[in-house]
């Protein structure tokens, strides 16, 4: 989600723009994934192949993430002694303790500066990369994430974006410790919803769990305050009633508006 | 993410518990639109057709979401003139000024009472509703996302969820307006990815884009300053050039995290 301009569009919407090549996918097998993903409460006894899990987890790191910086991780709990305190943390719900294995997502907008420090390593290491994008990782990128000790820079970056925006178009957010939060909050969850569709594709289910006790999984995973727990998966064979009831959404109409 | 236990898990431990009839899936077929998905910042001129935009925001809306309260949006902007002010909003960037079509995903933690009631009206309309279903719209989700104006109830929910917590596991979220954001957020942003890869498997791209101006958006969509914008995404075919490099992801072993 880089901002920087690296292109005339206003030039280049007056020239036809030659369509790249892309490969050839097939809808309906995707839709078959998409629509018999179901949030699966009871598992069978059905081991997950560990090769699976690692496909998963992989498809999971290939959704998008905001400016690149990849502020997510994903905590596999193996051990059965560890599962045994994850699924007490996840209240001990069948979902949870039926599960043949648990990964925790993890949201990380505590670790931006470094990753951020990764990407001009990379950048840097390359002759090609464009000044522009240089740029972006030196400047725009510290500039917006940065908010200082206990979100100090709060009311300066208020007052900044907000007289820049009575003139012009200007982001608002992040500008404090819990805008950061809900950043990397959105990108674990693309992520996450990677993963849930890649286990379906793979003939097993999932199921998403927030109702659980974020301390004790900090805890037990060994992470900081300042890492948020966005959620815990279960994977394994869906079992006869594992899916209590039918989809049910509200009408759409509530949910889709045009403009 | 329901909590309740319908289904006693220690009991069913002990008995092989039989697997449910799942639709047969193409594991390569879903690859191949996950692999191919990149975010495009260059579209070509050809329309997307309507009915393709309807069936990506239906596919949205297949996403789990968190105790089903389905506490998001999805605004299509299609008028020419609200689309220039988007683009606007967007800061115009090429994602946005060389989109075909354009959404913006909207998280509304402000709405879960409304879908809590609309819950409980469709678990009410049918006489095979568990009564630990009903419990759950009736009574849990009610102590667990009322916050209270100003969430003046955050230092009694973090006095009981702390103290509570010491003995057993407890959920530690969430007690206060900022973690109701996050909360509907992360439910907004599984939805954006099926969109962004149904796209992608009807043969379209798209690019998420956070760097945008939230206000104007809002002002422009006509929504209250309780609404959080997500993120705007752009849809249309991948122009020559559309795609800024090779993907590039940090290695995977600092992502993830086995226990």
Not at 32 to 41: F, G, I, K, M
Not at 178 to 203: D, P, S, V
Request: net charge positive; hydrophobic share 40%; proline share 6%.
């Amino acid at each position: 989600m880089v901002k920087v301009k690296m292109f005339d569009a206003k030039e280049a919407n007056n020239s036809p723009r030659k369509a790249a090549e892309v490969p050839v996918v097939d809808a309906n097998a995707f839709y078959a994934v998409l629509e018999s993903r179901r949030s699966v409460r009871i598992f069978t006894q059905d081991p997950v192949p560990e090769d699976t899990m690692r496909r998963c987890m992989e498809a999971a790191l290939k959704a998008p993430t905001s400016s690149n910086l990849q502020t997510w991780e994903i905590h596999w709990v193996r051990s059965s002694e560890k599962k045994r305190l994850l699924i007490e943390a996840c209240l001990g719900q069948p979902a949870a303790a039926t599960a043949q294995e648990l990964v925790v997502f993890v949201a990380r907008p505590d670790l931006w500066k470094r990753n951020n420090g990764w990407m001009l390593d990379h950048l840097q290491s390359s002759p090609e990369t464009p000044g522009k994008a240089l740029q972006y990782f030196k400047q725009i990128t510290r500039i917006v994430y940065t908010q200082g000790p206990w979100s100090l820079f709060r009311p300066f970056k208020w007052i900044w974006f907000t007289l820049r925006g009575i003139k012009k178009p200007t982001p608002r957010e992040p500008i404090h410790a819990g805008q950061m939060r809900i950043w990397a909050h959105k990108t674990t969850a693309l992520a996450a919803q990677n993963f849930m569709l890649a286990a379906r594709a793979e003939g097993f289910d999932s199921c998403p769990m927030e109702g659980l006790d974020s301390y004790r999984v900090k805890r037990l995973l060994g992470l900081p305050r300042t890492a948020g727990i966005s959620m815990a998966i279960s994977v394994g064979k869906r079992a006869e009633g594992g899916v209590y009831g039918s989809r049910f959404r509200f009408d759409s109409s509530h949910f889709i508006h045009e403009h």
